[in-house]
């Protein structure tokens, strides 16, 4: 069970991230992921990940919307699809090989990068 207060809280942090990264035009994982980690304690990668998930979400919300009222391009749309997907399985090896070293520095920079804030 799920404690309704922290339910309240993750509502808040995401109403929080939605209004400013729309104000700003930033995407709002750039304030929930440091959020969730700083102010919740989650890890980090989890963090991105559920952001991750977020962006899929509501990117294929917008996405069925615009294609209903065919101002989408189909076919580049596929095009680029096929092309991000490759590229994000032909690096994703090569970047966790590159960065898993250099983790734990990473991590600890974000973190007094955005406690400063």
């Known amino acids: ?5 922290l339910i309240l809280l993750i509502a808040a942090i995401s109403l929080i991230a939605g209004l400013l990264g729309s ?5 709002g994982g750039v304030i929930v992921v440091p959020a969730l980690t700083l102010l919740m304690g989650v890890d980090i990668r989890t963090a991105i990940a ?13 996405a069925s919307g615009y294609v209903r009222q065919r ?7 596929m095009v680029l699809e ?3 997907a490759a590229g994000a399985l ?4 090569p970047g966790t090989a590159v960065a898993m070293p250099f983790r734990d520095e990473i991590d600890a ?9």
């Open 71 to 77: 101002l989408t391009n189909l076919r580049l749309a």
């Open 23 to 27: 104000l700003v035009g930033v995407g």
């Open 1 to 5: 069970m799920t404690d309704p207060a």
């Open 82 to 84: 096929v092309a991000t």
């Open 50 to 62: 559920a952001s991750i998930v977020a962006v899929i979400a509501t990117s294929s919300g917008a």
């Open 90 to 93: 032909s690096t994703t090896k």
């Open 109 to 117: 920079l974000v973190k007094k990068t955005y406690g400063k804030l």
